[in-house]
C-alpha cells in the first residue's frame, strides 16, 4: 500500500504564492509519475501539474502554466508545487496523485492509483 499525504495549503490574497508538498511512503520503490490535481466546490477534480521521473519531464494544465512550477526528489518520493501569481480562481482542494504504472497520459484522474487526502488552497480577492 502507498501512503500519500500533502502539506503547505492555506489562505492567501490574490497575487501571493504558496509551495505545496507531497510525501509518498510505502510501496513506492519506482512510482513512474506524480501528479497535482485540484477540485473546486461543484467542480470536478481537475489536471493542475504532473512530473514524469524517468525522464523528468513536466506537465502543465494551460490555466497554471507559467505561474506554477511543478518540482521533486525521485529518491524521496517527494514532489512539489509553487504557486506564484495565484488568482481567486485557484481555490480549491489540491490534492497529490502517484502512479507506478508506464502511461501515455498523466492528465486524466484514471492515470492514477493512490491520492493523498488533500489540502485546502484558498485565495481571496
Known amino acids: 500500500q502507498v501512503h500519500v499525504v500533502e502539506s503547505g495549503g492555506g489562505l492567501v490574497q490574490a497575487g501571493g504564492s504558496l509551495r505545496l508538498s507531497c510525501v509518498a511512503s510505502?510501496?513506492?520503490?519506482?512510482?513512474?509519475?506524480m501528479g497535482w490535481f485540484r477540485q473546486a466546490p461543484g467542480k470536478e477534480r481537475e489536471f493542475v501539474a504532473a512530473?514524469?521521473?524517468?525522464?523528468?519531464?513536466?506537465y502543465y494544465a494551460s490555466s497554471v502554466k507559467g505561474r506554477f512550477t511543478i518540482s521533486g526528489d525521485y529518491v524521496k518520493n517527494t514532489m512539489y508545487l509553487q504557486m506564484n501569481s495565484l488568482k481567486p480562481e485557484d481555490t480549491a482542494v489540491y490534492f497529490c496523485?502517484?502512479?507506478?504504472?508506464?502511461?501515455?497520459?498523466?492528465?486524466?484522474?484514471?492515470?492514477?492509483?493512490?491520492w493523498g487526502q488533500g489540502t485546502q488552497v484558498t485565495v481571496s480577492s
Open positions: 510505502g510501496r513506492t520503490s519506482s512510482p513512474y509519475a
Open positions: 496523485a502517484v502512479t507506478p504504472r508506464v502511461s501515455s497520459s498523466l492528465t486524466a484522474v484514471q492515470d492514477y492509483d493512490y
Open positions: 512530473v514524469r521521473w524517468d525522464y523528468g519531464n513536466t
